[in-house]
Structures are given as structure tokens and as C-alpha cells.
């Protein structure tokens, strides 16, 4: 889903290659319309669950304060 040769693009790729294959949790910022659902897409798409559903969540539903303790289980 990812098109281009930017080397801000590239840096992008290099990142989701090293996060894909972990066990670890990803928070994903960004202005609206600046692709983080493409990114979320392609870091699953590469991880070892991809074989499961991807769930999506829009995160301005969710206060601010409440983003570590609903996403990732801790304060």
C-alpha cells in the first residue's frame, strides 16, 4: 500500500520492518489525512498476526487521558 522513493518514505518502511516482527504494542501518530492507517495496515500485514484481523479504532472516541490504560493496559 505504501508507493513512492522519498526518503521519508524509506525511513518509514525501515521503521515498520523493525517493529512488524515484535511483540510489542504501537501507537501511531499523526495529522488526519497523513496515511497512519496505511502504516497500521502495512505493520500488520508484516507482523506474525497477520493471519488475524486487524481492529481499527478511532481514537478521538477515546479521551486523552484514558490513551495508555485502553491501548495498552497500563498507566
Known amino acids: ?29 499523526g495529522e488526519s489525512g497523513t496515511g497512519k492507517e496505511v502504516v497500521a495496515r502495512e505493520i500488520h500485514r508484516h507482523s506474525q498476526r497477520s493471519e488475524r484481523p486487524l481492529i481499527k479504532v478511532n481514537c478521538a472516541a477515546v479521551p486523552r487521558e484514558l490513551y495508555e490504560s485502553e491501548f495498552f493496559g497500563h498507566v
Open 1 to 29: 500500500d505504501l508507493i513512492g522513493q522519498s526518503p521519508s518514505l524509506h525511513a518509514v518502511t525501515r521503521q515498520i520492518e523493525l517493529v512488524a516482527p515484535t511483540n510489542s504494542a504501537v501507537l501511531i501518530l
